[in-house]
């Protein structure tokens, strides 16, 4: 394998520019936590059934794990680190989820913002049925996904209210 | 779960693409959305020595909706959110809107295509249903020149299809109905929504002033090797008045004319008789729909 061609890639990650050299089989979540050690995209299943590894590509829901880094070359990626508020702390999406027991052991809950925050940029204010369609490709095997639900709604409410 | 090695190319036209598959032979594959594909190489059911990726080819993104044409042009690497989404698309051929709402979740909406769920085959999925049940041409690129294929001899077989392994899918020519009172519909039984149906069925209908069917088409999927199109079923109904009757008696005749298979999901007896209990139901929900058009302010 020490012959392996490997690519020369820049990607667009959070908003800065990324450098990174990787074979062709390296895929976009094995990029964003090996090489560049953002491992808040959590890898589940490897075959695009579980959604933990969802990022944001060019601003829509992808998963990660069903894209190869290479092809990620010229584009813009966002990740779980990337919602965030500028200080670091928890932004109204995140914190939702605290506060409305939105996860417990935690593993599905990047690749659940990520969907959350794909559908809340297109519908801030999503009907329930929205909310569950745009949630179904993420399992989560703690919460029975009541309180991820709940948690979106409080999102779109306090995002509603002006709360940034 | 991780692919074997292979070599990387982006291509910048679609001939040069389909030049690179005839140089490379027959380990070289194409990839867009790869939805279908990388889980494929990452269960190694796939190794590929070469993938083109043809995604960002804006030859192939195209839709070309012509008031005057028969058809639509849907171009292979349209996204499915797009092809759902797009409001022009969904009013020339809404089966086709339909059947999008089942396939997969958002997350592979918004990177899988419509010519890669028709590529992949699977005797299961929606878009070839689809494709088979409005029999749509195929256009097919290869470096030999372009052809299209007929839905009915497109697909052969369980993840099996009559392109060519140097040639690439390039649009579907989806056929357009023109008569005034039109109805279609899309029903599937699935473990979760967006698996895989189980059984999926799709029927599109035309009734006459008097509300006769002059023309019908009924397909299911999950019930055979391919996307099946019902044509002996669905002739009973053309110049029926689409009783409830003459559809349970369609919907019989299809449940006989599909030999499913047994999996862990389904008994093929059971298959069987979700091919009649969907059929009554896209058949019925077809018939409402025109009937909504031909007779304004409800049937």
Known sequence: MGDERHYEICVEVNGVARQARVPARKTLVDLLREDLELTGSHVGCEHGVCGACSVLFDGEPMRACLVFAVQADGHKVTTIEGLCRPDGSMGVLQDSFCESHGLQCGYCTPGMLIAAQGLLQRRPDPSEDEIRDAIGGNLCRCTGYQQIVEAIQLAARRAGAGER | ?299
């Open chain 2, 1 to 299: 779960m991780k692919p074997a090695a292979f070599e990387y190319e982006r291509a910048r036209t679609l001939a040069g693409a389909v030049a690179r598959l005839a140089t490379h032979g027959s380990d070289a594959k194409l990839i867009a959305g790869g939805q279908s594909l990388v889980p494929m190489m990452a269960m190694r059911l796939l190794r590929p020595t070469l993938l083109v990726d043809i995604r960002e080819l804006d030859e192939l993104k195209l839709i070309r909706i012509d008031a005057d044409a028969d058809t639509v042009r849907v171009g292979a690497c349209v996204r499915q959110s797009e092809a759902l989404e797009h409001a022009a698309l969904g009013e020339a051929v809404p089966l086709l809107a339909k059947a999008l709402r089942w396939v997969g979740h958002v997350q592979t909406r918004n990177r899988g295509t419509v010519g890669g769920s028709v590529v992949h085959a699977d005797p299961c999925a929606e878009l070839p249903l689809v494709v088979r049940v409005l029999d749509a041409q195929l256009e097919a690129c290869a470096a030999s020149g372009s052809s299209l294929i007929a839905a009915r001899e497109f697909f052969t077989g369980p993840l099996s299809t009559a392109l060519a392994p140097e040639a690439c899918l390039a649009a579907i020519h989806f056929p357009r109905w023109r008569e005034g009172a039109c109805g279609c519909a899309f029903e599937e039984l699935s473990i979760r929504h967006g698996d895989f149906a189980i059984v999926a069925a799709a029927a599109q209908l035309a009734l006459d002033a008097g509300g006769r069917c002059t023309r019908v088409v009924l397909g299911v999927g999950g019930a055979g090797p391919t996307p099946l199109a019902l044509e002996r079923a669905a002739a009973g109904l053309v110049g029926t008045r689409l009783e409830d009757a003459a559809i349970d008696a369609t919907a019989e005749q299809a449940s006989r004319d599909v030999e499913p298979g047994d999996d862990q999901h389904a008994s093929a007896d059971y298959r069987r008789d979700l091919v009649r209990v969907l059929s009554i139901r896209v058949l019925r929900a077809a018939r409402s729909e025109a009937r909504g058009q031909s007779q304004p302010g409800g049937a």
